[in-house]
Structure formats: structure tokens, C-alpha cells
């Protein structure tokens, strides 16, 4: 019966990837991969995964635009006093499309997490962290300032709060996520050279961002796991509410809130982990945009993501 | 060595072996032996390996295979030996009871053991009086028997037998470092580490004078490692243990119980170091240490089921073993292999168990095992259930696999001994060969029963003395009974537990069977939850104080603390009952101290300012009925009997205890309710209810059996719990557990109206040892018994009620009239309380 149920789940979500659909996806600001709001946690209550990890990860990411955006990222966590957890993850990202390509040093993202409540059957983590932008949002290319999909930092600061339970076979995170700051985002459509006037349809496609400071996010992720012995496989909702506005800097030099700027984007994923024993394991994650904001100047939309990880245990 | 043997035969055949076996070569090898030289004994017996009756020589011939640790080969043959001694009043016949007395210890054998240990050193005292080598040898090894159970004692008789060696010999002797060692044990048993230390270096310095290293100083090593350890002390328990498997290799090689038991052990300081991997290879070393020769390299691979030495020593290691599998596949490999690999060395440990308990005699012993036995079982289970999580296509095998061994581990002795109740029937006995078993089952559950009162200690001695004899000639009639009827010996043996398809066919619908099992080393509960179509286990940690609860219940309800009763009713209720159980009937199996509450009063809902009247007990959506194991579940079918028969029996009055006025009206009411449904009853009330007279009774004959008396429980001796009866001339009015085991019933029904009826000992891997159980075994299809001291009034009425809802309920259960009449007392305004009506409870359906 349960597998049955699977194979269903399975099935629903090749048929929900396969559809084509018009719309962006996977719009996370970071937050979805901290801490408690990370997918396909460990859950084990008999088996000794080990307290510090570090982790190798290749992403690649392609939007409904032109740039493909590859990331490589280092994640280390390290337990304090067997309760608590500090992450800290640095990547390197490129990114390639019609306006040209960039690569750089990404934010650093740092998180603590605290196990809350540990019962038999669920436990329930609290995270809290902070996104440190490497650069201010406003690096160019050819000379002209990129596109926020160009750009190898998101140029704020972020606090990040969130909470997870997890059980065996669910998990269940949500997560909230404000910048603090603005970028320095100067890019214009009439300072892009890379584009024809024939396209300049194309490049209006890239929503102006100004001095942008985000919007506040929201997200709830919503994960069934299937545990084996040494693998593990889920499936997964991830709607990211944008609630406030993101705020621009205007042609006229004003800050305005920008409409159309709020609303969800909805992403499934799957994925899963195989574990070569309790120190080494590689993890697989596929994501695909189901619905987005109808407004995205901050660059974060994709239309499908993939990663594959490698950690190690000690 | 074949062609030798041969030609030995050949030479005594016609007469011209030039060798006889005579007392000085006895001497000469026994020396040889006490000394440890296995291998020049070995070459000196060679030669008369083809002679086969001469008891001095098996004697020998057994002392080597025992110093060899081949147990079973020196229990035959010092059998052997004592059958064929013609003077019974000599050393070396003295010698022999007591060597076997040793290797009934090394077999778990213990009561047993103790019985040919007091026999020796009686004969030896009339030999050669108490200040002679041999009875101060007698008396160390009595000490060594009581090692374990007894410590104290063991420590009073190794002192009498140092203070008897050292008015003998020099400080140098042997004896004397035995003594010590023997000691030093005790001292590390008891935790007094610098005492023991002292004692194992005076043993050695005594086998260093001696010039030679043996065994002996092997096995003080040993032991000087394991003080060591438990001091905390590692790098001298490591090398304590290296000297003492260098000088097992040089001694004895690489075979031997000693070496697997010494081996298991070094295995066990690896795996305090955490090398789980380095800990596997050790233990693996000690299971082809149990064997002749090695049986596989592969760490994965469990030992064959036979061959092996020392099956408690195999034990053992298997479960060291086992739990390192685990370890390592929780902590690193994460590969299910490991998981699969714990399970295929308990499924080993299972049947060495079975193997085991067949060997041993007495029910002590047995239960001693079974305490071992549960041990292993925690491990299968505990991995069993992690396999079922985590397997990807075989999660019901595991589960299967996992009730498997929850049922193993419970009322193993109860069910053998229903078994061979039962094998005697089926293999056509002869009536006159069963009563004379009756006979001396009756005479050893006599003089059991004497013994359990500790009686002066030469009255003890003389009951000893007899109780030997009898086992003796109970042992030799079951042997006689295995040879003669075969069917009877496949039969007995024949104990496993139904697989979960066998009890689902004995199950109707809206019916449930609900398996308990607690794992003590991880606090954990299984519930097994079986219905005709369904089964699933959950596993529930409990609190540190989970036994709080229960005590909380029973105290609750016994001294009507509503409010306490009410917290634990449902707490309890939170932990126990498995989900998605249908409204209908339920059979519980409990284990442990869970057969001592009433399920029929935990509270379905948290409730405040109810009355008693008014809260939701589980009896309210469930018929309720206990078993002992699933086995005795499915056996315990109604007979349909046609005979309309009945027993009723009241004392009423008592010498000792109050008197019970109601029991009188409740036989009366009863009486007339089943003579009003063509029932003929006997019905022996005041004098009439003598012991005697019951015993007399064709007790089989009757469907209801209904006895309104008192009951004692006496929880630390269980053969001490009885049934108060009428005294006469030849019985003393008190019926005991023993008395009660030899009645044969066949009885529908049993009810005991009396005192704490329910309860007993309770025994890890047996369960509740006491009058229900004895009930059981003598033929009882269904008991309705209690579980605290009740209202004499309220009792009558309960049971009047309960005959009269199942004369006039046509259902073939007892769960449903035991219902109704318990739900007539909540509903009255005197007894809804469930003091009154929760403590009968139904064992059966």
C-alpha cells in the first residue's frame, strides 16, 4: 500500500514537471537551504550520524530567461554542546546568459539551530541566521552594471528565523526572511550592450531593481520522506510567500514600492540522499517551479534547479 | 590413532591386552589431570579407550572430557560410571558425584548440580571426616555452585575449605591457589576490588612456586582482567587478559571453552574502547573458539547450531557479538547486512536456547535460562523492529521474524510442561506408568515444598538427601519414557509459537490480540497488535519511572485514590493500547509487571469530576481477556465439553484468616442457578471442603470448577503460594502450588474467588509465576482469577453474577458474561468503584 502511494506521488510529479508552464520558480533569498529550513534532514533516532559535517555542493540553475547560474558551495556545520548547530556556507557563483557572464564570491550565509523538542516520534528545530553580502549588488559587465541574475551577491543583509519538525516520514519547516539593507543596484535597460535594439523587448524582460531592498518572505516547506536503511528519497512543496513589497529607488530618484512584487512562488522538489555509512553520504535535489511572483527584479527566479552533495561526517 | 584402537579391540577380544586398568594408574592420571596436563592424561587413557565398563575409568575418562570442556561427553559418562559402581561407599564413587555436580554447573544445571554436590560431601564426611583434602574439595565446590546465586554462601564455604587446606598443606599447594581464587572472585562479585586483587596474587604466587603455568593461572589472568576493568583500570585489564590467552594457547590451544569464554571477554575491553570492528574479529575468534574447528572466517557468518562446547559460554558471545552488529551498523556501516547478521546470530542463540533447556532438569534452571535467554531476544527484537523500519521489501518478514522471538521469550517452561502434559497423551502411555510418574511428581513437589519452609539444616540435609533420590529416579522414568515411546519425546519437544497467520485463523473479526514486549535495556515497548487481518508493532519509549504508573493504578484503585487512579488510568492507557484497534474483543499478553494491572480499568479519556460510575474505562469498549503467549492463546480453545458438572466448594470458616460468610450464600446462589440449568454439581461447603476429599474427586469430569476461599501469594517462593482448603487426618487443608499442578482438570472453566489469586512471582522470560499458572498447566481451559484482596460481598455478587450470564448467554466465551456482570457492579451504586469489580480478570477468552 505504501509503496503504491509512492509510486502515486512519484507519477504526479513527472507528470507535474513534464507540463510546461510559463511562469518562474524555486525564488528563495537563501533561507530554504539554513538550517532548520534545509530539505531532506536527517532524522534517526537510533542511528549515530555524526555532529560536524562539511559538505561539497554543485548547483545549477537555469531561469526563464537566459542566464544559467552554476554554483559551487561549501557547507560546514559544527554541533555546540550535542543541542546546537552553526552553519556557515560560502559559495562560488557563476552565471552565463545573453547580457554576458559574471563569477564571484556568493554571501556568506551563517545559521544557528537548536533542537527545541525531542520526542520519540517528531522533534522540532528552531534556526536563527544571517546572510552577509560579499559585494553591493552592483558588479558590472563590460562596464555596464548587471542584471541582479548577473550579480554573484544579493548585496543586503538578511535576518533569517525559522523552525522545522521533523518525523520519520514528514517534515515540516517554515521560515521567514528580511533584508535589512538595500543593494547598489544601478542597472538600467539602456546601458546593456550585449542586445540588440531588435531585443530590446528581451532585455525589458529584466525588471528593474534600483537601490533594491526586498521584500519580506515567508515559506513553508512541506516534505514526505521515505526512510531505508542507507538511502532516503522525498518529495516536497515549497511555496514562498513575498508579503511586503520590494522597494526601489525610481528614475526620479525616489523610493517606491513596487507593485506586483508580492504573492508566492511555488516550487516541487525532489530528491534524496545515499548514505555510504554514517560518515559519507551524496544528496540529490531536483527543483521545479510550479508558479511565481508576477514582479521579480531581485533575480532569484528559476525555472528549474539541480544539486548534487557530497558530505562528509566526523 | 584408528589403526591403534583397533588392534586394541582385537587384543581384548582375545584376551591378550597387555594393560589393566588399575587403582594406582587411576591415582597416577587423576594427578595428572588435577595438575592440568590434559595432553600426557590424554596419552596415558589412549590405550584404554576400547573399555567401556569399568567405573573407575569413566570417571577419569569423564574428569578429562569436563577439564576439556566437553560437558556433555562428561555428564555421559560419569552417568555411565554411576551406574556401574558396585561399592557406592568409596572416594572414588564420591569423586564422581561430585565432578558431575561440576558439569551440571557448567550446563546451568545448578539446582541439580547442588543436589549431587550435597550427596558427595555427605559421603565424604562418612569417608574421611571433615578435616580430609577431598570433603574440604567438596566443600570448594559447593562454594562454587553458589558463586553466582549465592555469594555470601559461596564465600562461607570457600573459607571452611581454605581454613580445612591449610590445616593440610603447605601455602603452596594447589588447593590452596584454587581456594584463593575462588575467593577472589566472590570479592570481585561483591565489588570489594582490593580484596579480590589480594586473593588472585596469592593464587599466583602459589602456581609461580609450582614452577608451571596452567589453566589455573589462565583463568586468574582472567579474572584479575575483569577486576581491573570494572575499577576502570584498562591498560592492566588489557594486559592481564594477553598473559591469560598466551598461556591458554600454550596449554590448551586454540579450542576450548575457557578460550572462547576469555576471548569474549577481550572482545568485550575492545568494544569499551570503542573499536567496534577490531571488538567483531574478537568475538567472531571466540565462537570458532567454542567449536572443535574454526566454522567460517566470514565475520558475518553465524556458528552451526551443534558441535559446539560450552552452549552458555556460546551464548555469550553471541550476544556480545550481536549487539557489536548492532553498534556497528547504528554507528558506521548503515549497511543491512549488519542488521540481517544480528538476526541470524539470535536465530542461532534461539535454537543453542531450546537446545539448552532441553538439557536442563529442574524448572529453577529453566527459568535461570530463560533470564539469559531474554537478554538475546531484546537484541532480535530490537533489530528485528529496526530491519522492519528501514527495509525497502521485506518489512513483513522482519516483523514476522520480530513477534517470533517477543513469543519465544515468554512462558517457555508453562508451555514445555504443557507440552510433555500433552506428548504423555498422544503417545499412548499406559495409564499405571503415568501414575506412577504422579507418584514421584508428587513426592518432589512434597519434599520442594518441605525445603522452600528452610527447615533445621539436618532436617534440609535429610530432605536433600531424599529429594536427590527422587530426582534421580524421576530422571531415569522420563529417560525410560523417550526411549520406549518415541512419539512422546517428538512431541514434548515440539514448543514453538504460532507463526502471526496461525493466530490470525484463531481470531474472529472485531477480535484483537495485543502482544507486549519491554526491552529493559532501552526502556522501549513493542506492542504487537494482531486482528484476523491485520498486524503492526509500535515501538514506545517509556519514562525512567514508567513503573510509577503502575503502581500508581494499583494503589489508586486498591485505596480509592480517584485522582491518582485517574492520572495513571489514562497515562497508562496513552502508552499501552495500540491505534486503530476496532471496538470488540481483545486478548492481552502481557509481560512483566503488566500482568499485575487490570486493563479493564484504564481510561480511554483524560476526565475530571466524574464518578466512578461515569468514567470511560476500556472495559466499556472491549471484552477483555489475558493469555500467557500467543501458544496458549491458540490452544486454549473450549473443549465443548457435554458433561453438565460442576464443583463448587466454600471453607467459610478459616483457623487463621477472617472467615468468609458470603462465600456460602455465593455457593448457594450459584448451586441453584446451574441445578436450574440441569447442571450436577458437587458441592463441598464448611467441613465438607476438605483436601482430601477434592484430591479424591474425578476432577476431570467437571466443566465448572469454582473455589470461594482464600488465597496466599508468596511472591519470593512461588511454591509457597496455596489455596485454603478444610484439614483432615492425612492432608493439611492447604492446597500449594505443587498440589495444584498434579490435579488433572479439564475444565471449561476455573474460577478462584479468592485473595490475589492472579499474582505471583514475576519472572523475566516466564512471566507471573503462581497459582493461575499451576491452574493452567493442570488442564484449566479458561480462569477467572484476582489481582488484589476484594470485598467478600461485592466478590459474590460479581460471581453469581457472572454463572448466571453464562447459563443464559449462549456465546462461547467468558469475556462476554465476565463483562456484563463487571459492568452490573459499575452500575450499582455500592460497587461501581473498580475496586470491586476490576481485579477478577479472565485468562482465556
Given at each position: 500500500m505504501r509503496q503504491i502511494f509512492f509510486y502515486l506521488l512519484l507519477t504526479i510529479f513527472f507528470i507535474i514537471v513534464s507540463t510546461p508552464t510559463y511562469s518562474q520558480g524555486c525564488s528563495d533569498a537563501g533561507f530554504c537551504t539554513m538550517g532548520a529550513m534545509q530539505p531532506d534532514q536527517v532524522y534517526s533516532k537510533k542511528k549515530r550520524i555524526k555532529l560536524r559535517s562539511i559538505g561539497f555542493s554543485q548547483y545549477r540553475g537555469t531561469t526563464t530567461l537566459s542566464p544559467v547560474i552554476w554554483v559551487s558551495t561549501v557547507d560546514a556545520t559544527f554541533a555546540v554542546k550535542r543541542k546546537n548547530s552553526f552553519q556557515l556556507k560560502l559559495p562560488f557563483q557563476a552565471v552565463k546568459g545573453t547580457l554576458g557572464s559574471n563569477a564571484g564570491i556568493g554571501d556568506l550565509s551563517l545559521s544557528l539551530t537548536r533542537n527545541l523538542i525531542n520526542t520519540k516520534k517528531f522533534s522540532i528545530n528552531g534556526s536563527i541566521g544571517t546572510k552577509i553580502p560579499t559585494n553591493n549588488g552592483n558588479s558590472e559587465i563590460d562596464g555596464a552594471p548587471a542584471h541582479a541574475y548577473y550579480q554573484t551577491s544579493l548585496g543586503t543583509n538578511d535576518l533569517i528565523v525559522g523552525a522545522s519538525l521533523i518525523s520519520k516520514k514528514w517534515l515540516f519547516a517554515v521560515g521567514y526572511q528580511q533584508a535589512l539593507t538595500r543593494n547598489e543596484s544601478q542597472f538600467t535597460w539602456g546601458q546593456t550592450f550585449a542586445v540588440s535594439d531588435a531585443d530590446s523587448s528581451y532585455i525589458e524582460k529584466y525588471e528593474l531593481g534600483r537601490n533594491l531592498k526586498r521584500g519580506i518572505d515567508v515559506m513553508l516547506r512541506v516534505e514526505r520522506s521515505f526512510r531505508y536503511s542507507n538511502f532516503n528519497f522525498f518529495v516536497a512543496a515549497l511555496p514562498i510567500v513575498r508579503i511586503t513589497k520590494d522597494k526601489i529607488t525610481t528614475k526620479e530618484g525616489n523610493r517606491s514600492k513596487l507593485d506586483g512584487t508580492t504573492g508566492m512562488a511555488l516550487s516541487a522538489l525532489i530528491g534524496g540522499t545515499y548514505h555510504f555509512n554514517t560518515n559519507s553520504s551524496v544528496k540529490f535535489v531536483y527543483g521545479h517551479k510550479i508558479t511565481d511572483r508576477e514582479v521579480n527584479p531581485d533575480g532569484l527566479t528559476r525555472d528549474n534547479v539541480m544539486s548534487l552533495s557530497y558530505y562528509y561526517n566526523f | 590413532m584408528h589403526f591403534i584402537k583397533q588392534l586394541i579391540s582385537t587384543l581384548l577380544l582375545l584376551g591378550l591386552f597387555p594393560y589393566s586398568f588399575t587403582q594406582s594408574t587411576y591415582d597416577a592420571i587423576r594427578e595428572l589431570l588435577k595438575q592440568g596436563d590434559l595432553i600426557t592424561a590424554e596419552k596415558e587413557l589412549l590405550p584404554y579407550?576400547?573399555?567401556?565398563?569399568?567405573p573407575e575409568l569413566l570417571v577419569i575418562r569423564g574428569d578429562y572430557y569436563l577439564r576439556k570442556g566437553r560437558n556433555n561427553k562428561a555428564i555421559e559418562t560419569f552417568n555411565k560410571a554411576l551406574t556401574l559402581f558396585n561399592d557406592k561407599k568409596n572416594e572414588n564413587y564420591a569423586f564422581c558425584l561430585n565432578q558431575l555436580a561440576i558439569a551440571y554447573w557448567n550446563e546451568g544445571n545448578n539446582t541439580r548440580a547442588l543436589e549431587y554436590a550435597f550427596e558427595a560431601q555427605a559421603l565424604r564426611k562418612k569417608l574421611v571426616g571433615s578435616t580430609h583434602e577431598s570433603y574440604a574439595a567438596s566443600l570448594n565446590d559447593i562454594g562454587l555452585i553458589y558463586s553466582n546465586s549465592n555469594p555470601k554462601e559461596a564465600l562461607s564455604y570457600y573459607q571452611e575449605a581454605l581454613n580445612t587446606y591449610y590445616l593440610i598443606y603447605d601455602a603452596s599447594d594447589n588447593k590452596i591457589g584454587q581456594a584463593h581464587v575462588n575467593m577472589g572472585i566472590i570479592h570481585k562479585n561483591l565489588k570489594a576490588y582490593g580484596s579480590a586483587i589480594d586473593e588472585f596474587n596469592q593464587a599466583l604466587s602459589v602456581w609461580k612456586v609450582k614452577g608451571r603455568k596452567s589453566i589455573r593461572s589462565a583463568f586468574t589472568h582472567r579474572y584479575l582482567a575483569e577486576t581491573y576493568s570494572e575499577m576502570g583500570v584498562k591498560e592492566l585489564a588489557t594486559k592481564e587478559i594477553k598473559q591469560a590467552l598466551a598461556i591458554y594457547s600454550n596449554t590448551v590451544g586454540k579450542h576450548h571453552p575457557d578460550v572462547a569464554s576469555t576471548l569474549t571477554y577481550s572482545g568485550v575491553l575492545k568494544l569499551n574502547e570503542e573499536k567496534t570492528d577490531s571488538a567483531l574479529t574478537i568475538f567472531h575468534k571466540a565462537l570458532n573458539a567454542n567449536f572443535d574447528t574454526n566454522f567460517s572466517q566470514n565475520e558475518l557468518n553465524p556458528p552451526p547450531t551443534n558441535g559446539f562446547f560450552n552452549g552458555f559460554v556460546l551464548l555469550n558471545t553471541l550476544f556480545h557479538k550481536a549487539t557489536t552488529l548492532e553498534r556497528r551498523y547504528n554507528s558506521k556501516s548503515l549497511k543491512m547486512r549488519d542488521l540481517e547478521a544480528v538476526v541470524n546470530h539470535i536465530l542461532v542463540a534461539d535454537t543453542v536456547i531450546d537446545k539448552l533447556r532441553r538439557s536442563l532438569v529442574k524448572e529453577n534452571d529453566k527459568i535461570e535460562l530463560g533470564k539469559l535467554a531474554i537478554k538475546l531476544y531484546e537484541v532480535g527484537i530490537r533489530s528485528c523492529y529496526q530491519a522492519h523500519s528501514v527495509s525497502f521489501s521485506r518489512k513483513k518478514h522482519f516483523l514476522e521474524q520480530a513477534y517470533y522471538f517477543a513469543e519465544k521469550s515468554k512462558s517457555s517452561v508453562l508451555l514445555e510442561a504443557i507440552s510433555d502434559a500433552k506428548a504423555k497423551n498422544f503417545a499412548g502411555i499406559p495409564a499405571s506408568i503415568l501414575t506412577t510418574e504422579d507418584k514421584l511428581k508428587a513426592d518432589i513437589s512434597f519434599i520442594e515444598q518441605k525445603l522452600a519452609q528452610k527447615p533445621a539444616k539436618e532436617v534440609a540435609l535429610a530432605y536433600q538427601a531424599e529429594l536427590f533420590k527422587l530426582d534421580n529416579a524421576y530422571q531415569t522414568f522420563t529417560k525410560k519414557l523417550e526411549k520406549e515411546y518415541p512419539s512422546y519425546y517428538q512431541l514434548k519437544y515440539k514448543v514453538s509459537p504460532p507463526s502471526i497467520a496461525e493466530i490470525q485463523i484463531s481470531i474472529q473479526k472485531k477480535e484483537a490480540l495485543i502482544d507486549y514486549f519491554i526491552d529493559e535495556s532501552s526502556h522501549t515497548l513493542y506492542v504487537f497488535a494482531i486482528t484476523r487481518n491485520n498486524v503492526s508493532v509500535v515501538e514506545r519509549v517509556l519514562p525512567e519511572d514508567f513503573d510509577r504508573y503502575i503502581s500508581g493504578l494499583r494503589n489508586g484503585i486498591s485505596y480509592q485514590q480517584q485522582e491518582i487512579y485517574q492520572t495513571s488510568g489514562y497515562k497508562l492507557y496513552q502508552y499501552l493500547m495500540p491505534d486503530g484497534i476496532s471496538k470488540g474483543k481483545i486478548t492481552i499478553i502481557p509481560t512483566g509487571r503488566l500482568g499485575i494491572i487490570p486493563f479493564e480499568a484504564l481510561l480511554t479519556k483524560k476526565t475530571k469530576d466524574k464518578s466512578y460510575q461515569e468514567l470511560p474505562y476500556l472495559i466499556n469498549d472491549f471484552e477483555i481477556g489475558y493469555a500467557y503467549s500467543s501458544s496458549l492463546f491458540i490452544q486454549e480453545q473450549l473443549n465443548n465439553k457435554t458433561t453438565n458438572k460442576a464443583l463448587l466448594c466454600a471453607p467459610v470458616s478459616f483457623e487463621e484468616m477472617a472467615d468468609l460468610p458470603g462465600t456460602k450464600q455465593e455457593v448457594n446462589s450459584i448451586n441453584q442457578l446451574l441445578t436450574d440449568s440441569s447442571f450436577t454439581t458437587t458441592q463441598l461447603v464448611s467441613e465438607a471442603a476438605q483436601e482430601k476429599t477434592i484430591k479424591n474427586l474425578n476432577l476431570n469430569e467437571y466443566k465448572y470448577i469454582h473455589l470461594a476461599t482464600h488465597g496466599v501469594v508468596n511472591a519470593s517462593q512461588p511454591e509457597l503460594s496455596k489455596v485454603f482448603l478444610v484439614k483432615d487426618e492425612s492432608e493439611d487443608g492447604e492446597l500449594y502450588t505443587g498440589e495444584l499442578y498434579n490435579l488433572k482438570l479439564n475444565a471449561d472453566l476455573v474460577s478462584l474467588s479468592?485473595?490475589?489469586?492472579?499474582?505471583?512471582k514475576i519472572q523475566r522470560g516466564e512471566g507471573i509465576v503462581g497459582l493461575s499458572r499451576s491452574l493452567l498447566y493442570a488442564g484449566a481451559k479458561n480462569l477467572v482469577v484476582s489481582l488484589w484482596t476484594v470485598s467478600d460481598a461485592s466478590t459474590s455478587q460479581l460471581m453469581i453474577d457472572l454463572y448466571q450470564n453464562i447459563l443464559s448467554n449462549s456465546t462461547n466465551r467468558y469475556s462476554t458474561p465476565l463483562r456484563s456482570a463487571k459492568q452490573a457492579l459499575i452500575s450499582s451504586s455500592d460497587y461501581s468503584a473498580p475496586y470491586y469489580w476490576a481485579p477478577f480478570i479472565l485468562v482465556g477468552r
Open positions: - | 579407550s576400547p573399555i567401556t565398563d569399568n479468592a485473595c490475589e489469586t492472579g499474582l505471583g
